[in-house]
């Protein structure tokens, strides 16, 4: 699962593109999305995104993915979960002080941000973690923002 997570931090700027192109595609789809009903999609889409960003991220489905502005490194794998950078322990080497032989998330981050087309997003603060969106798609609840913000006020 390593191997995996640190191609994805070595790969960023080509998986942004990929999501670049795929998030306006489940936007623009929002009508369909609400005949079916955004509830009744959770559950399967939910599962797909699990495993999809599982699969590539080890992605632990936080529900406010913040992966296109982390280098595609998740945040959620450090051991303390910190989510605007790194705790101040991180080692010499580079690795986490709480797991040493695992590499800081956010030395990870760094790097996979540089590798993108917006590298300056790293420095947006996030919002704390909302617990209640634990195991939700973060890509439906992304389509419902962007169309929402999207409309008249």
Not at 99 to 121: K, N
């Amino acid at each position: 699962m390593d191997a995996v997570r640190h191609w994805s931090v070595r790969h960023a700027r080509h998986l942004q593109g990929i999501y670049q192109r795929f998030e306006p595609f489940i936007t623009r789809l929002d009508s369909l999305w609400n005949c079916i009903g955004y509830a009744r999609l959770e559950k399967p889409v939910a599962t797909v995104e699990r495993v999809v960003k599982g699969f590539l991220f080890d992605c632990k489905m936080c529900g406010r993915c913040t992966l296109s502005s982390t280098g595609m490194a998740c945040p959620m794998n450090c051991p303390k979960r910190l989510r605007n950078g790194p705790c101040g322990g991180v080692r010499a080497d580079g690795n986490c002080e709480v797991m040493p032989q695992m590499r800081c998330v956010w030395v990870e981050a760094v790097e996979g941000a540089g590798r993108m087309q917006d590298d300056v997003a790293i420095h947006t603060v996030q919002l704390p973690l909302d617990h209640s969106l634990q195991g939700g798609s973060a890509w439906l609840r992304a389509a419902r923002e962007n169309v929402a913000q999207r409309a008249p006020a």
